[in-house]
């Protein structure tokens, strides 16, 4: 099984910037790919980033185009998520999460496709 752990999340005033990371450990080799979702109170999860294991292909909601940026190091297993210019906004709970291959999706970003989920790690902009 895969297992995702999550770091680097904190408190930051808007402007500021934030890199969170997620080190994988267990059986990687089936992964598809692996994304960053975030959950603010009372709102749905949605995905913001993901990349492509094999191609390192990337695709971004809209909400942080330009703004953050997702990257993996397969040496060390680990998925990070480079905030910048942060607002209020991107308030959340924010966790990473892997497909695997094989597994059916509407899009890149498909909640319902991805099986593994780390604990999440809390990033709190204030204004």
């Known amino acids: 099984q895969v297992q995702l752990m999550e770091s680097g999340g904190e408190s930051v005033q808007a402007g500021g910037s934030l890199t969170l990371s997620c080190t994988a450990s267990?059986?990687?080799?089936?992964?598809?790919?692996m994304a960053w979702f975030r959950q603010a109170p009372g709102k749905e999860r949605e995905g913001i980033a993901v990349i492509l294991r094999s191609s390192s292909t990337t695709v971004y909601a809209d909400s942080v185009k330009g703004r953050f940026t997702i990257s993996r190091d397969s040496a060390s297993n680990t998925l990070s998520l480079q905030m910048n210019s942060l607002q209020p906004e991107d308030t959340a709970m924010y966790y990473c999460?892997?497909?695997?291959?094989?597994?059916?999706?509407?899009?890149?970003?498909?909640?319902?496709?991805?099986?593994?989920w780390g604990q999440g790690t809390q990033v709190t902009v204030s204004s």
């Open positions: 267990g059986d990687i080799s089936r992964i598809y790919s």
């Open positions: 999460a892997s497909r695997f291959e094989g597994t059916r999706a509407r899009t890149h970003l498909d909640r319902s496709a991805f099986a593994r």
